[in-house]
């Protein structure tokens, strides 16, 4: 992978097949308007990482596709790897410093508010501390940040709850690990986080 500094930001994204993302929304809005929320979410997520000072892989859900709108030339496809999210995580990031990454984060496509901005911040605020964590207004988290692999922020977790988070900065804690915290955004997993985004025109 073509290295411009020592910072690599993974992006997890599913792979865009109608019933396989969103399926909490696409509940309340059916599977094609999900997946075309799900694209517009990518498209997001393209346009905050473009042109960010680090380099980039794309660590896809279920394949690796020939063409996205995420793959472009100064970023690297992956798979993902692992029985559920927590290890792939940490999956995607022992990857990340096994390749000579010395800060290495990682986001998800669900967070519109998302900015080159914050993303950053959260190389920057690694100079002073171990973690930095994106707090997500549902209670988890949209970006992780570490400058080592750390296997118990991940593995044996219960994921998709209120809890997230804070469970998240006592594993850090008790590990005697330093982190700080982005400003908070909101994900759009439900109806409800969606309505709220002002990306729903009914």
């Known amino acids: 992978m073509k290295s411009r500094n020592d910072e690599l930001l993974i992006i997890f994204s599913k792979n865009p097949v109608a019933g396989r993302v969103k399926t909490r929304l696409a509940s309340a809005i059916g599977d094609a308007e999900a997946l075309r929320i799900y694209e517009q979410l990518r498209e997001l997520t393209k346009q905050a990482t473009t042109g960010i000072n680090a380099s980039k892989a794309i660590a896809y859900s279920d394949f690796i596709p020939n063409t996205d709108l995420l793959l472009a030339p100064d970023t690297e496809a992956w798979l993902q790897q692992g029985s559920d999210l927590g290890e792939r995580m940490h999956r995607a990031f022992v990857k990340g410093f096994s390749l000579g990454f010395s800060r290495v984060a990682l986001i998800g496509t669900d967070c519109p508010e998302l900015s080159p901005f ?18 997500a207004r549902d209670g988890g988290f949209y970006l992780a940040a570490l400058k080592q692999p750390f296997p118990e922020l991940f593995l044996g977790r219960t994921w998709s709850t209120s809890s997230v988070l804070n469970d998240s900065q006592r594993i850090i804690r008790e590990h005697g690990r330093s982190c700080d915290l982005l400003p908070a955004l909101s994900d759009i997993d439900t109806f409800d986080d969606l309505r709220a985004s002002g990306l729903w025109t009914p």
Do not use: S
Not at 118 to 128: E, S, T, V
């Open 118 to 135: 914050i993303l950053d911040l959260a190389f920057r605020k690694l100079d002073a501390c171990d973690v930095v964590l994106g707090p």
